[in-house]
């Protein structure tokens, strides 16, 4: 990522600020996505598929070390609809305060389940190939890059983290979700559980996850209750097979579904340029495929 500090006379002289600094970072990413569309009966299709991200992160540190921060993104997706707001341009953003390890965000916030150590334990192809891999489906509050997420909402997080316990809890006027979760890290491997209450009976309930290193390969285990929408199990993992190459594998269970499964490659370029590409069974028996380039600044 690279770093702008604005260190201005005009910057120092308000309010007795001690240090303040913006950051921009993101990625770029371009090239093909296949689908069979088997779920629908259509025809398959394969199509250009792009997303150029740009992330700002503004802070300032008060004299008494507290640090306030901002964060937003403009972000593009080639299939945006330039008639939606949301499809484009700077979306809701987060503020936080944060003091040591305790700390708390407003407005577009992470969301407690979606932050869950295990939710996303791998990184699918160059899109994410629809996500089935991720436990808890979404079903709980989470940071938006092409929306507003939680911000219009009354989203509120309080996260705290000390050695190897990590603890985060989110609530938002969404469906009146309040989730949180407890994490903790032993001997390499990490282990959380997390629960959620809401009015939307499809929302997560509950979810465990398990994950970390077993012989050459980096594997993770979860579960999640997500309610009127089904009990879904994942095992995921991530092995190298070169200097410069993962491949990545993952199979699920969810009710009601055909079995999913996938598995991918990443190659670094180097340079924060890697070439990606993996292939999916999801769990509406579609057949998904990517191939592309990403580079990160």
Not at 67 to 93: C, E, H, L, S, Y
Not at 187 to 207: C, I, L, N, P, R
Request: overall charge negative; cysteine-free.
């Amino acid at each position: 990522m690279k770093k702008v500090l604005f260190a201005t006379t005009a910057l120092v002289a308000t309010a007795g600020v001690a240090a303040a600094d913006v950051t921009f970072g993101g990625y770029g990413r371009f090239g093909i996505m296949y689908n069979d569309n088997d779920s629908t009966g259509g025809d398959s299709d394969t199509d250009v598929t792009s997303r150029f991200r740009l992330q700002i992160d503004a802070t300032a540190e008060s004299d008494a070390g507290v640090v306030f921060g901002a964060r937003a993104r403009i972000q593009q997706n080639n299939t945006d609809n330039g008639n939606d707001p949301a499809g484009t341009g700077i979306n809701g953003v987060r503020f936080f305060a944060r003091s040591g390890g305790f700390e708390v965000g407003v407005g577009n916030i992470f969301g407690a389940l979606e932050s869950m150590p295990g939710q996303y334990p791998i990184d699918m192809g160059l899109t994410g190939l629809g996500y089935d891999y991720t436990a808890f489906d979404g079903n709980g509050d989470a940071y938006s890059s092409g929306g507003s997420g939680a911000a219009g909402s009354n989203g509120l997080e309080v996260l705290y983290s000390a050695g190897d316990l990590a603890v985060h809890v989110s609530a938002s006027d969404t469906n009146d979700r309040v989730a949180g979760y407890v994490a903790y890290t032993w001997s390499g491997w990490t282990f959380a559980v997390g629960g959620q209450d809401s009015d939307d009976a499809g929302d997560t309930e509950w979810t465990a996850t398990a994950g970390g290193s077993f012989g050459i390969a980096d594997v993770t285990l979860a579960y999640a209750d997500n309610g009127t929408n089904g009990d879904r199990v994942i095992l995921a993992g991530r092995f190298d097979v070169g200097a410069a190459t993962d491949v990545e594998v993952y199979v699920g269970d969810q009710d009601g579904a055909d079995t999913g499964y996938g598995v991918d490659f990443n190659h670094d370029l180097g340079g924060g340029t890697s070439l990606r590409g993996g292939v999916v069974k999801q769990f509406d028996g579609d057949t998904v495929a990517d191939m592309g380039v990403r580079f990160n600044f």
